[in-house]
């Protein structure tokens, strides 16, 4: 029985690996500044996501440049994705 419990609590551990690395390549930010994250540039509005490297992602903008910015943690990461790709502030 201890043996089986072990077993289960290694695959419940790969699917949580699995959920954080869920990728977000090919998705286009909806917000202009990303608090801030990218640095001082109001620029980000329509960037694609062209890499997702764990805690870092790198966009390009519309007009070429490249940006990127790296995360202390997934939740956080996919906290602000969340925020970032769809415009919309807890707040709101």
């Known amino acids: 029985m201890d043996e089986l419990l072990k077993k289960i ?6 699917v949580k690996v699995l959920e954080d690395a ?12 990303c608090n801030g994250a990218f640095g ?10 062209i890499i ?8 390009r903008t519309t007009e070429g440049y490249y940006r990127w910015t ?8 996919h906290t602000d994705l969340a925020i970032w790709l769809t415009g ?4 709101e």
């Open 52 to 59: 997702d490297s764990g805690l870092r992602i790198e966009v």
């Open 9 to 14: 609590e290694a695959l419940e551990a790969r």
């Open 22 to 33: 869920r990728s977000y390549v090919g998705q286009k930010l909806k917000n202009f500044y």
């Open 70 to 77: 790296e995360f202390e943690n997934y939740e956080e990461k």
């Open 40 to 49: 001082r540039v109001y620029d980000l509005e329509d960037a694609e996501i």
């Open 88 to 91: 919309v502030e807890d707040d």
